[in-house]
């Protein structure tokens, strides 16, 4: 069974860092992308970043760009998002998410998600 | 970056009814668009990929069309359990983007 399963977050001052960690399992981590992908409270989603399986190819949304690394180890089967300078609109939970391999990526498995939230 | 326009932002519908939600791109995204469906408090789920291809699992009455820049979701006959908020999203850019979402509630 696929599995993935966020950590990380937390009440954090503006200005401040976070490091979110997902833990995946059920499948071959290193053979797929993966996303995270992060919805304020009672609103939307928004794509953050991707990572190809290599960690060739990276990108971020340009709200999060300088500010947040996206990384993974294929051998620990993780992945992470490193916030820095956060804002108040960062607030959040953020999901981390598998790409599914097909030519329109879709994600097809999403975490539980973890709650990220920038206040003084 | 590429906008995802869906429309309606809600709608009320009753079990049985056809109900269509549209999506439209800023440009043409040729048939890179999926939707997905999210009840409250859960993550979303992926319903349609490629426009119009049925996630596994998927029960038959999402249906999906389009291309270019217009994109339709259809449930032929909604049910229960369908109640929920939908939304596109496109991956033709690198910098991937959803729509606002489509929250189909009870009539």
């Known amino acids: 069974e696929v599995q993935l399963v966020e950590s990380g977050g937390g009440l954090v001052k503006p200005g401040g860092s976070l490091r979110l960690s997902c833990a995946a399992s059920?499948?071959?981590?290193?053979?797929?992308?993966m996303n995270w992908v992060r919805q304020a409270p009672g609103k939307g989603l928004e794509w953050v970043s991707s990572?190809?399986?290599?960690?060739?190819?990276?990108y971020y949304a340009d709200s999060v760009k300088g500010r947040f690394i996206i990384s993974r180890d294929n051998a620990k089967n993780s992945l992470f998002l490193q916030m820095s300078s956060l804002r108040a609109e960062d607030t959040a939970v953020y999901y981390c998410?598998?790409?599914?391999?097909?030519?329109?990526?879709?994600?097809?498995?999403w975490g539980q998600g973890t709650l990220v939230t920038v206040s003084s | 970056d590429i906008q995802m326009t869906q429309s309606p932002s809600s709608l009320s519908a009753s079990v049985g009814d056809r109900v269509t939600i549209t999506c439209r791109a800023s440009?043409?995204?040729?048939?890179?668009l999926n939707w997905y469906q999210q009840k409250p408090g859960k993550a979303p789920k992926v319903l349609i990929y490629?426009?119009?291809s049925l996630q596994s699992g998927v029960p038959s009455r999402f249906s999906g069309s389009g291309s270019g820049t217009d994109f339709t979701l259809t449930i032929s006959s909604l049910q229960p359990e369908d109640f929920a908020t939908f939304y596109c999203?496109?991956?033709?850019?690198?910098?991937?983007?959803f729509g606002g979402g489509t929250k189909v509630e009870m009539k």
């Open positions: 059920g499948f071959t981590f290193s053979t797929y992308s």
């Open positions: 490629a426009a119009s």
């Open positions: 999203q496109q991956t033709y850019s690198t910098s991937v983007t």
């Open positions: 998410a598998r790409v599914f391999r097909v030519e329109t990526a879709p994600i097809d498995y």
């Open positions: 990572i190809s399986t290599s960690s060739t190819y990276i």
């Open positions: 440009q043409s995204i040729s048939n890179y």
